[in-house]
Antibody, heavy 121, light 106 residues
Framework: EVQLVESGGGLVQPGGSLRLSCAAS????????MSWVRQAPGKGLEWVAN????????YYVDSVKGRFTISRDNAKNSLYLQMNSLRAEDTAVYYC??????????????WGRGTLVTVSS | AIQLTQSPSSLSASVGDRVTITCRAS??????LAWYQQKPGKAPKLLIY???SLESGVPSRFSGSGSGTDFTLTISSLQPEDFATYYC????????FGGGTKVEIK
């Protein structure tokens, strides 16, 4: 079955760190750009970060630059998001998403079910 | 950054109605626009890409149109399973989503 499964969410204090993981299965993980997209409670969707197939290119939304790091391990079919210096406004469901094969355009054709990150004291 | 404005933010409709949602970009984005459907507690699902191309497996009652700055998502005959929130997304340098349109039962 083609799927993405996130893990690693939880409650963390402001200023703390958390590492999210995403396990991919059912497709050739190493052939796709991958992304993290988040959704604050009751709010809309916000793209967070992208990583190229071989990890050589990474892009971030301005609000997380310098605090979050996206990475991947193609041998383990896994995507990661290291989140440091967490703030209350980072509270959200974090989705792992696959960037589909759309001629270089970043549309997300496969999504995980998400993992909730809550930043609170 | 290119902003996307969806309208309306919510609407009430009945099963069988024709529903149209609009998405306006602050700058021209050619046809680099997608539409997603999200049901409560679920992940988004890609419906339309490149403004008008139907993703595989998506019912043909969904259609998209537009280019440049003005785009529409149309549901030709609303079905019970279509009650959800719909988001547009542009790709111009970086992905950015519109604020969403919630389609509710009248």
């Amino acid at each position: 079955e083609v799927q993405l499964v996130e893990s690693g969410g939880g409650l963390v204090q402001p200023g703390g760190s958390l590492r999210l993981s995403c396990a991919a299965s059912g497709f050739t993980f190493s052939s796709y750009w991958m992304s993290w997209v988040r959704q604050a409670p009751g709010k809309g969707l916000e793209w967070v970060a992208n990583i190229k197939q071989d990890g050589s290119e990474k892009y971030y939304v301005d609000s997380v630059k310098g605090r979050f790091t996206i990475s991947r391990d193609n041998a383990k079919n896994s995507l990661y998001l290291q989140m440091n210096s967490l703030r209350a406004e980072d509270t959200a469901v974090y989705y792992c998403a696959r960037v589909g094969d759309f001629g270089g355009l970043w549309y997300f054709d496969l999504w995980g079910r998400g993992t909730l990150v809550t930043v609170s004291s | 950054a290119i902003q996307l404005t969806q309208s309306p933010s919510s609407l009430s409709a009945s099963v069988g109605d024709r529903v149209t949602i609009t998405c306006r970009a602050s700058q021209g984005i050619s046809s680099a626009l997608a539409w997603y459907q999200q049901k409560p507690g679920k992940a988004p699902k890609l419906l339309i890409y490149d403004a008008s191309s139907l993703e595989s497996g998506v019912p043909s009652r969904f259609s998209g149109s537009g280019s440049g700055t003005d785009f529409t998502l149309t549901i030709s005959s609303l079905q019970p399973e279509d009650f959800a929130t719909y988001y547009c997304q542009q790709f111009n340098n970086y992905p950015f989503f519109g604020g969403g349109t919630k389609v509710e039962i009248k």
